[in-house]
Structures are given as C-alpha cells and as structure tokens.
C-alpha cells in the first residue's frame, strides 16, 4: 500500500478493518479519533427512538442534542410539559404520558380508578392531538388477587369510554406489557395473549400493545414468533437486554438484529425505543452502539 494514501482512503480502511496498519502504515491519532466518531446516515427502515427516563440524569436539552448527532428523530415517554423542549430540537414525542398520575400499579383493571384515569385520559388525548403526536400510553395495573378475566372486563369498561375520542382525534392509546417474574411483581398485563384479547374485545384500530421485548422475553419468550404472528396488535416497541435490562450488545442472550428484521418484514412503520439501563460509565457511547445494532 502507497504511502501517499489520502485521508478518505485511509478512514474508509479504518472504519471497514482492512489492512491499512498490517501493511505498515501508521494511523495519525487524529484520523483514528475521526473515524470512530464518525455516524453513517441511517438505513431507514426502523424508526428509532430512545426512552427519557433511562437518561434523566442528562438535561433533556442535551439528550435532544444527542439525539440530533446520532441522526434519528424521535423521544419516548415525555411528559406534556417536556414536549416544548423536544419540538425546539425537531423532535417527536413517540409515546407521550398524560399530563396527570401516572402509576403503574393502578390501571385499568380495577373500576375504583377509572373516574379519575378517563379524566386524565380524555385531557390527554387532546394534549396529543393538538402538539400533532399520535401514541398515548396506559397500564393495566397490578391484580391485588383478581382475577385475568375479571381484569380485561374492567378493562374493557373504563376504555370504551375514551377511545371514541381517540378515535376521531386520530390517537393510539398503547398499553405496555411488563414481566412480572423480575420487574413488576403482580401486575396483570404480564403476556402478550392477554394484550391481544383486550385488543379485540375493544375492537378499536386506535389501541395498541405497547410490546416491551425485554419484559416479554422474561415470561415467555419467542420474541420472534410473536412479532411474525400477532404483529398486527403492536403499535410500538422497547428494547432492553435479558437478563439485567442493561446493553443490547453481545453480553445479554437476545440478538437484537434478527429482532429488528422480523419487525421491518411485519410492514411496522411505528417506532422502536431503547429503553436499556446502560451499565457502561460512557452511556451515550452506549446508546449509540444499541441504535447501530438495531438500524438494519
């Protein structure tokens, strides 16, 4: 190899791991640095996004800059007093909070909490609509001993009275689905079968699953499966690794590339949001990896 390689050559060698230095040639420190901080365009065919509470040590403004530099274009789980801040960085809300509580553990499947859940839920909707987002996300709430099918009727009940609203103001109301082996202990939304029957007794193309594969690949597995058969009822999804809920990388079981391709071969145009834990001290270099594994 000529030692009069120029600059572009010589970082398209580094970034693609040719034999530039097992030929002889030194690497000038500068043009390495360059190299690894380089982003390539994105692929396009999965939309990213990233969960904000995995960050909340970092001020949003600067998770938004953030956000920019690595070229994607979109946020999870903001608050309506947060949206300001995203839109100043042209970014989208993919799943918006209501403006009020927000629990958990207290959801749809107890009717002591729907007075107060359909009118936080009706005030929602319109904040939705009217900053131009679309996803809205709700919870089932924990058991407390009752019973799965006692939970989707109550379910069922307090729903129907704010998805005409979201139907004509064009929201999707997305309920997330979460483990309750490790993470949350007694909550009731804790498989997808459960989801989807809630999804047909509504009967509304404007509720969703929210499906969560570190929570699902914790009480059932088959992530792929899943996506290839029912992948109609998912509206949008999170990512974690299994176990510990830290880095998708090589260290956890589950291979997020061929996750992302069931997803791009279901027709999903919605968004699919890291919400991983980082363990390394680095956790943008961290997210910046995750976002890589998944843009296939």
């Not at 901080?37 to 953030?66: F, M, T």
């Not at 989807?196 to 914790?218: A, T, V």
């Not at 999170?238 to 997020?256: F, M, N, S």
Request: glycine share 8%.
């Amino acid at each position: 190899m000529s030692s009069s390689i120029n600059r572009r050559s010589l970082l398209k060698h580094v970034i693609t791991g040719s034999a530039a230095m097992a030929a002889g040639v030194v690497i000038p420190k500068s043009v390495m640095a360059s190299a690894v901080n380089q982003h390539a365009p994105l692929k396009g065919n999965i939309n990213h996004s990233v969960c904000r509470w995995c960050y909340n040590d970092v001020p949003l403004e600067d998770l938004c800059k953030v956000i920019n530099e690595i070229g994607f274009t979109a946020i999870d789980l903001l608050k309506p007093n947060e949206w300001p801040i995203a839109k100043k960085y042209g970014l989208n809300c993919s799943m918006c909070y209501t403006a009020g509580e927000t629990s958990l553990t207290k959801g749809w499947n107890d009717l002591k909490n729907h007075e107060w859940l359909i009118k936080d839920y009706l005030e929602g909707i319109k904040l939705v609509a009217e900053a131009g987002y679309t996803n809205l996300i709700c919870f089932a709430g924990n058991r407390n001993g009752m019973d799965d099918e006692t939970g989707l009727q109550n379910c069922v009940t307090g729903l129907k009275q704010i998805m005409p609203l979201a139907e004509k103001l064009g929201v999707i109301i997305q309920i997330e689905l979460f483990n309750s082996r490790i993470d949350h202990k007694d909550y009731m939304g804790d498989k997808s079968a459960w989801g989807i029957e809630l999804c047909k007794r509504l009967g509304s193309p404007n509720f969703k699953i929210l499906f969560d594969i570190y929570h699902m690949q914790i009480d059932e597995g088959d992530i792929i499966r899943s996506i290839q058969n029912n992948h109609q009822y998912f509206g949008h999804y999170h990512t974690a690794g299994v176990p510990g809920r830290h880095e998708i990388d090589e260290r956890q079981e589950l291979y997020y590339p061929a996750i992302m391709r069931a997803i791009v071969d279901s027709g999903y145009k919605g968004y699919v949001a890291q919400e991983f834990m980082a363990k390394d001290p680095d956790k943008i270099a961290s997210l910046k990896a995750a976002i890589k594994i998944c843009d296939v």
